[in-house]
């Protein structure tokens, strides 16, 4: 900054922010802001969490690399890997970890399993809950509750969902919707932070009330029952992962702002 040299602060963190203001991560905010020319998120929500001044606020959403699409698994093998006989599943992808609430995730899962046993709910992803939400489990739920632990080949799992679930207390703009949507999976999602930014509430799927068991248990029992409107939701979510959130269009807006600093 003494030099003349613009100085664009980004920083990734979900929002509303986890932080202490005793962490380095916070420290590093509060000392920087007032030197930086830019400070840049990737979600208005990120802009409003972090109480960024208006003028030196900007955001550019994440860019999704629609080569992952290309799954390297059929869907038939992926579910004899994991041991599906169910009709239908229900995925959420997440770390088991503050802020990524399983625990509703499972709640909910549980409550549908009261009125159909149709239904394979699966957890991926790996963190310091995993083993105390797996143990949450009834006894007589478990055979339809599958966690997979952290996985390479996502994508080619993702692809076996009918639903894709995210329920979290904080959220930037989440790559695993965004994963969902170009995979025409209808999304039910927690409305925080980001989130409202990509799914569109009765468009492309729900968005819900933060650790609503009962409300998000109606939303995807919904979806469960109404599948050509589970169907046309997933299609317009891939419709809108293309055209607004493709990694060309990220990175455009990325130098067009950079470039911007420099005149």
Do not use: W
Not at 62 to 81: L, Q
Not at 83 to 103: L, N, P
Not at 114 to 119: F, I, L
Request: with cysteine; charged share 30%.
């Amino acid at each position: 900054k003494i030099k003349g040299i613009p100085f664009v602060n980004a920083m990734i963190s979900t929002a509303p922010p986890i932080l202490s203001r005793r962490s380095l991560r916070y420290i590093y905010n509060a000392v920087s802001y007032p030197f930086s020319d830019i400070i840049l998120t990737n979600s208005k929500a990120g802009l409003a969490s972090f109480r960024v001044p208006k003028n030196k606020g900007r955001f550019i959403h994440n860019g999704f690399d629609f080569e992952r699409i290309h799954v390297k698994s059929s869907k038939e093998s992926i579910r004899k890997k994991i041991g599906i006989d169910t009709e239908k599943v229900v995925g959420m992808v997440a770390s088991f970890t503050q802020g990524k609430d399983y625990e509703t995730f499972v709640k909910a899962g549980e409550n549908i399993l009261e009125h159909r046993s149709d239904v394979t709910f699966l957890a991926i992803g790996g963190g310091p809950k995993f083993e105390e939400i797996k143990n949450s489990v009834h006894k007589k739920n478990k055979a339809h509750f599958k966690f997979l632990g952290r996985q390479e080949d996502v994508e080619s799992i993702v692809n076996i969902f009918d639903i894709g679930v995210l329920a979290t207390y904080t959220e930037g703009i989440s790559n695993a919707i965004m994963e969902y949507m170009i995979f025409e999976k209808p999304v039910v999602a927690t409305d925080g932070g980001g989130t409202n930014e990509i799914v569109i509430d009765k468009k492309t799927g729900f968005l819900v009330r933060q650790r609503d068991v009962a409300q998000l248990t109606e939303k995807i029992k919904y979806l469960l029952e109404n599948t050509e409107e589970a169907s046309a939701m997933g299609k317009m979510g891939k419709e809108r992962i293309e055209k607004y959130f493709s990694i060309d269009r990220m990175v455009a807006e990325t130098l067009k702002l950079y470039k911007s600093c420099l005149k």
